[in-house]
């Protein structure tokens, strides 16, 4: 079974492209490098032996799909491609809406004319805005998102979930990530953000690495344990088995159903921190300051759904999750001349 993965080579993407070759399907990546890098395939290819073809294409561009699409026969899309950094999103909205759904758009429209009906969506926890309680479960109201990341995230949800009640023959798998981390285990693939980071395991693994002077924690006075904001970090890795299973299920079941992916536990910056700190030996250098805008408290996602409809669950620990990403930011990540 030959599956497209747009923005195959970013973080997520390329973690998932590995997975998928290991339990045997095709993998063909559409990315335009926008801000990952060409070689992510070879690393691919060391760590599979099997290195995907790569289309250089923005995923916007029908012509350009549709030649693809001509080329290779697709059966399943998993689509990553998008802007994913929240501030640049609300500093630039239209950019954001206009790439976020173009690609979305496009691509539906060529699989439809090709006759490919399995989509699963990088789709995001920050659908749900600030919940009311947690655990999260999937029927917590969505929508009340605090940026134009967000909402092209939830409207890509209602464009896929409108589509399949219209196409019974349409499979969709909206994937809800939360706080995804680490790195693979061989130290050849992993997140490479550009310019300053914004999230935390890259501004920790920064601070280590002595990239940034020190790691800012934004806020000791939110109402948790420690003061800390608390998320539910998940090992890429088992994130890119998620997507697996919800291909897997995507393959016998119709419709458009959303899942969480997360580990189901929350920890706080703090925690993270001194987790790293114990597993690697390596000192965070770090100082307190305000909140950053548009943060919430608390957030950790309910998992029953994810193991009942997709018979998958997250296996690592926040202790792998800290030394797979300390090894990526040693052996290649920003800094270094892999
Ligand atoms: C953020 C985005 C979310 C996006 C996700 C992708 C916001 C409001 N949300 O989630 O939409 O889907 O990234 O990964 O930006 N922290 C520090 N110091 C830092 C960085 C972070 O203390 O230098 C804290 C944050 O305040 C938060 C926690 O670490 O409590 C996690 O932050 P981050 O990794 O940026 O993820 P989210 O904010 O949860």
Redesign the pocket.
């Known amino acids: 079974m030959s599956v497209l993965l747009t923005g195959g080579t970013g973080f997520v993407g390329s973690h998932t492209a590995v997975e998928l070759i290991n339990a045997g399907y095709d993998v063909v990546i559409a990315d335009n490098l926008s801000n990952s890098s060409a070689d992510v395939v070879d690393r691919i290819g060391r760590i599979t032996g099997v290195v995907p073809p790569l289309y250089v294409i923005d995923v916007a561009d029908k012509t350009a799909l549709n030649k693809l699409f001509d080329e290779r026969s697709i059966d399943a899309v998993i689509h990553f491609a998008g802007y ?1 950094a ?2 640049e999103s609300v500093a630039r909205p239209l950019m954001y809406y206009r790439n976020n759904l173009d690609t979305a758009l496009s691509l539906l429209e060529t699989m439809e004319e090709h006759g490919t009906r399995i989509f699963v969506f990088s789709s ?3 659908v749900y805005g600030d919940p009311e309680t947690v655990p999260i479960d999937e029927s917590s109201p969505a929508g009340s ?3 134009p ?2 909402r092209t ?1 939830y409207f890509v949800e209602k464009i896929l979930s409108d589509a399949a009640a219209a196409d019974p023959d349409l499979s969709v798998v909206l994937l809800r ?5 680490g790195a693979h285990e061989s130290g050849l693939i992993g997140e490479l953000p550009s310019g300053i ?8 693994t920064q601070a280590a690495a002595g990239i940034l002077e020190q ?5 000791a006075d ?1 109402p948790t344990p420690d003061g ?4 539910d970090y998940i090992h890429v890795s088992d994130l890119a088995a998620g997507h697996v299973a919800a291909l897997r299920y995507a393959q016998d079941h119709k419709g458009c159903e959303a899942v969480n992916l997360g580990a189901g536990r929350g920890f ?2 703090l925690e ?1 921190v001194r987790a790293f700190e114990e597993t690697t030996g390596v000192h965070v250098p770090r100082r307190f ?1 305000p ?7 608390m ?1 950790y996602a309910g998992t029953e759904k994810a193991l009942k409809v997709l018979g998958w669950r997250a296996e690592k620990s926040l202790e792998d999750m800290c030394r797979d990403a300390w090894r990526w930011q040693r052996n290649c990540g920003p800094g270094t001349d892999p």
Request: proline share 4%.
């Open positions: 994913k929240v501030g995001s926890a920050t998102c605090s940026n990341y967000g995230k990530y939360f706080n995804p981390i980071p914004n999230n935390l395991m890259a501004c920790i790691l800012s924690i934004y806020g939110y800390t904001g608390v998320r706080s910056v993270v300051a909140r950053r805008a548009g943060d919430i408290a957030c």
